[in-house]
């Protein structure tokens, strides 16, 4: 029987070891809400504005989880569900020497919502997807450059606990905690995944299951047969034996004609 993935936030502490810290039942659904801020320029005689972009918003993810412990008894002594509730809650508190809450991502599974954004070699499934659509979403996507994800890196904007059980002595042992992710992203990051489609710098690639070499040369350079410059540079000797999860980094292509 295969084990069950588990949904879990990944917490980065500003003076302790990273954290990961599993649900104990996974999310039934989550909501992923994302919007642009778009200016309407009026000209007279026009039927209607025209729409000007301004800038994208944070993304939030609102999910509602739900935690458990009748299972070490509800009489005397019965163990508190905020045992296991507290580990959400802290994530929202300030830390002293950060001055802020801490950086969280969640993580499921690598299927994440936007891990097909910006090109085919992501998954297998991915590709199979972009086949499906055709060329025009394969180029499309190409065009987005390097704005896929496998997780949501973010701060925990609001926590809501609901506690529906308790035991004799008042002991809360069944609760469910909806969850406010906001999306966080520094702007160095960002400059650096608006840029990464350019074949004239280094950058950085963790291969994905059904990654290729060929694959990774066609999404940085836009042609596959460059290949032999990203395994030459990083010292492969089998392109044909090369696993997920392996840190590559794609140098300069200085002549693409």
């Keep these: 029987m295969n084990q069950v993935s588990k949904a879990l936030l990944y917490v980065e502490w500003h003076q302790?070891?990273?954290?990961?810290?599993?649900?104990?039942?996974?999310p039934t659904e989550y909501t992923l809400d994302?919007?642009?801020?778009?200016?309407?320029?009026?000209?007279?005689?026009?039927?209607?504005?025209?729409?000007?972009?301004?800038?994208?918003?944070?993304?939030?993810?609102?999910?509602?989880?739900?935690?458990?412990?009748?299972?070490?008894?509800?009489?005397?002594?019965?163990?508190s569900v905020t045992t296991e509730t507290d580990k959400?809650?802290?994530?929202?508190?300030?830390?002293?020497?950060?001055?802020?809450?801490?950086?969280c991502t969640f993580v499921w599974s690598d299927q994440y919502p936007g891990s097909s954004v910006g090109g085919a070699q992501g998954s297998a499934a991915a590709g199979a997807v972009l086949s499906a659509a055709g060329s025009i979403g394969a180029a499309a996507g190409a065009a987005l450059g390097?704005?896929?994800?496998?997780g949501?890196?973010?701060?925990?904007?609001g926590v809501k606990q609901k506690?529906?059980?308790f035991s004799?002595?008042?002991?809360?042992?069944?609760?469910?905690?909806?969850?406010?992710?906001?999306?966080?992203?520094?702007?160095?990051?960002?400059?650096?995944?608006?840029?990464?489609?350019?074949?004239d710098r280094t950058h950085a690639h963790v291969l994905q299951q059904g990654d290729s070499l060929a694959s990774v040369a066609h999404h940085h350079y836009e042609r596959a047969a460059a290949w032999r410059a990203i395994a030459d540079y990083n010292q492969v000797e089998d392109p044909r034996r090369i696993n997920a999860g392996k840190f590559l980094e794609v140098p300069p292509l200085p002549n693409l004609s």
């Excluded at 302790?16 to 996974?26: K, L, M, S």
């Excluded at 802290?90 to 950086?103: D, F, G, N, S």
């Design 16 to 26: 302790r070891a990273p954290e990961r810290i599993p649900v104990q039942y996974n």
């Design 34 to 79: 994302k919007t642009a801020q778009i200016a309407e320029i009026q000209i007279p005689g026009l039927d209607s504005p025209l729409q000007q972009f301004v800038r994208g918003n944070s993304e939030k993810l609102t999910l509602e989880l739900f935690f458990d412990t009748t299972e070490h008894g509800m009489g005397a002594g019965a163990t």
């Design 88 to 103: 959400i809650y802290q994530l929202i508190k300030i830390e002293p020497t950060r001055h802020a809450p801490p950086i």
């Design 146 to 150: 390097n704005q896929r994800r496998n």
């Design 152 to 157: 949501f890196r973010c701060i925990v904007e």
């Design 163 to 165: 506690f529906t059980l």
């Design 168 to 199: 004799s002595e008042g002991v809360p042992l069944r609760a469910t905690v909806t969850v406010t992710l906001r999306e966080y992203k520094t702007l160095d990051d960002q400059m650096k995944r608006l840029k990464l489609s350019s074949p």
